[in-house]
């Protein structure tokens, strides 16, 4: 077994957080008001790094003013109007997680994690979809069209698309258009492989004819603030390799750095780039010597013969986006051991990673449900990290500190004078 490789040093997190997003952040209540079903899209590589927490206080606001007090039970769902808002006489107030680029994750997480989000989130519905598969527009369409047809005394019915930047909001809208009107739908929606493409919020665009559904884009929003520490960091560097961030805030090779490392601890023997690698290539720990290798398989030199590593890094991590994280989740043997004795680490996207043990030694159904256990336990220890950063004040920012200081000696001041007010009338 070659020798591992320490984790590397990560740059902090960036704060990129620009006036569009800023005043979407505001615009949002208002605009829920509006809002019959909201989408809520992330990417299926980072299904939790990729939700946005910023915007969870605006949503449960939406529902508890639509009636929807209680956020974990009882459990409702789209398709099953008992359950739904309009089981109780109410306006329709719903919420889909879509789980989307799924073409980039391999099928046999999928149906763990959906019973994994189900078991720890009973109120959300996540629906997986991909532009490449028109049968997941498809069913999600129907979604949309059955939740508008279970009130019929509404005139139409309004969804509003949210989600972190470049994770697919503006296609998905594109091909739900596209499958729920009759005949041609020219492309409505720019779209980009940039993220921050989508600026404002776009008009109204109408995803089925009868019953009505008409939906709004909105431009993605990043959190203001990742988090200080190597969780922040490791966040922000995830972002950036699913280009969920601007490109030109992170080092390239900083980014090959991570990957390396992560695609090592997956498969120590022989980690998936070796295949863009000439026969015979050992497993590499050192990111410098990997890139000049790959620069040399390339063919990227500079005059002189000099190693354009910066051209290989950028080469890497498209690779990686396109096919290398599939061909590194692919399931192994099931040997829970590696040949040295030591355990194996085994993930599905860029969230979930867990140690192989023997109650993975099966196939099947069981292997689904030992994967979901895993896949438990890895949403437990997120949630638990972000509440400890929550707590420990790691999750905001300076400024962010420096704002909630001066908003508490406000609260504080405004308590005083309402206090002497009263003790001056009672007087
Ligand atoms: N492979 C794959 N690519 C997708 C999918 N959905 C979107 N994309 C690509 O992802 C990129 C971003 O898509 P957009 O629809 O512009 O993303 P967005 O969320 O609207 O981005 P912002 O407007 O920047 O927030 C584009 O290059 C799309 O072609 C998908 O399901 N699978
Ligand atoms: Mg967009």
Redesign the pocket.
């Known amino acids: 077994m070659p020798p591992a490789m320490p984790f590397p040093a990560l740059p902090s997190a960036p704060s990129w957080f620009p006036g569009h997003m800023n005043r979407f952040t505001k615009q949002l209540p208002a605009l829920l008001s509006r809002t019959d079903v909201v989408l809520e899209?992330r990417d299926s590589r980072l299904p939790l790094t990729s939700i946005n927490n910023n915007l969870e206080g605006a949503i449960n606001k939406w529902r508890a003013e639509r009636g929807h007090h209680s956020t974990q039970f009882p459990p409702f769902s789209p398709l099953t109007p008992a359950n739904s808002s309009l089981g109780y006489g109410g306006p329709i107030c719903e919420r889909i997680v879509v789980l989307?680029?799924?073409?980039?994750v391999p099928e046999w997480g999928v149906e763990p994690f959906r019973r994994a989000m189900k078991a720890k989130f009973p109120d959300q519905t996540v629906h997986f979809?991909?532009?490449?598969k028109p049968r997941d527009i498809k069913s999600l369409s129907e979604m949309l069209v059955s939740i508008a047809k279970r009130n019929p005394h509404a005139t139409e019915m309004n969804v509003l698309v949210i989600?972190?930047?470049?994770?697919?909001?503006?296609?998905?809208l594109n091909s739900l258009r596209n499958m729920g009107i009759s005949g041609r739908t020219p492309k409505a929606l720019q779209?980009?492989?940039?993220?921050?493409?989508?600026r404002a919020l776009s008009t109204r665009l109408k995803l089925s004819e009868d019953p009505l559904v008409y939906s709004y884009?909105s431009?993605?929003v990043m959190l203001p603030f990742l988090g200080r520490g190597d969780r922040g960091a490791e966040r922000g560097v995830k972002l950036a390799l699913i280009a969920g961030i601007k490109e030109s805030l992170y080092d390239v090779e900083a980014l090959v750095a991570y990957l390396l490392y992560r695609l090592n601890v997956l498969n120590p023997i022989s980690p998936a780039y070796l295949t863009i690698l000439p026969p015979g290539t050992r497993p590499f720990t050192d990111a410098d010597e990997f890139l000049e290798q790959l620069a040399i398989r390339l063919n990227m030199l500079l005059r002189g013969g000099e190693k354009d590593t910066v051209r290989a890094a950028k080469w890497f991590v498209e690779w990686w986006r396109n096919e290398g994280g599939l061909v590194s989740a692919s399931v192994p043997e099931n040997l829970p051991m590696g040949s040295d004795g030591t355990l194996l680490r085994r993930g599905w996207g860029f969230d979930f990673e867990w140690t192989v043990d023997e109650s993975m030694n099966c196939t099947g159904k069981a292997f689904e449900s030992a994967v979901q256990i895993k896949m438990e336990e890895c949403i437990d220890e997120s949630v638990r990290a972000a509440d400890e950063d929550e707590r420990s004040g790691v999750g905001i920012s300076t400024t962010q500190e420096r704002k909630r200081g001066w908003q508490e000696k406000q609260a504080r001041r405004a308590a005083k004078s309402k206090a002497k007010w009263a003790a001056r009338k009672a007087a």
Do not use: I
């Open positions: 899209l989307n680029k799924r073409d980039f979809a991909s532009c490449n989600g972190m930047p470049n994770v697919g909001k503006s296609t998905l779209t980009s492989a940039q993220p921050g493409h989508t884009d431009p993605g």
